[in-house]
């Protein structure tokens, strides 16, 4: 089993930033992909960003175009992280963020593809 915690959510203001943390522990895979996610009340859970990774590096990144030149999904390979980082947040960008992990080195956007989720962390950005 592979058990993630995401952290780093909170209250902030249009224009500013904020960096999700997304932990994991457990069971390790050598390739695999974290995903991001996140869903606002009424809709369904959206992806955000991905990264796959190939023996603890990075391969390839993945962004929606909502978020495209604004977030940056990345990894820290010594604390076994996938980071999150939004900057220019809009008050659209308000929800529920998740990180996703699925046992195979390839990005997916679809919520089915992946087999480990966290509890999430909640975003606000105020309009």
């Known amino acids: 089993q592979v058990h993630l915690v995401e952290s780093g959510g909170g209250l902030v203001q249009a224009g500013g930033s904020l960096r999700l943390s997304c932990a994991a522990s457990?069971?390790?895979?050598?390739?695999?992909?974290t995903g991001w996610f996140r869903q606002v009340p009424g809709k369904e859970r959206e992806f955000v960003a991905a990264i796959a990774v190939i023996n603890w590096s990075g391969l390839s990144t993945k962004y929606a175009d909502s978020v495209k030149g604004r977030f940056t999904v990345f990894r820290d390979k010594t604390k076994n992280t996938v980071y999150l980082q939004m900057n220019s947040l809009k008050p659209e960008d308000t929800a529920v963020y998740y990180c996703?992990?699925?046992?195979?080195?390839?990005?997916?956007?679809?919520?089915?593809?992946?087999?480990?989720w966290g509890q999430g962390t909640q975003v606000t950005v105020p309009s």
């Open positions: 996703a992990v699925r046992q195979t080195a390839v990005i997916s956007t679809a919520t089915s593809e992946y087999e480990y």
């Open positions: 457990g069971r390790t895979f050598t390739r695999y992909a």
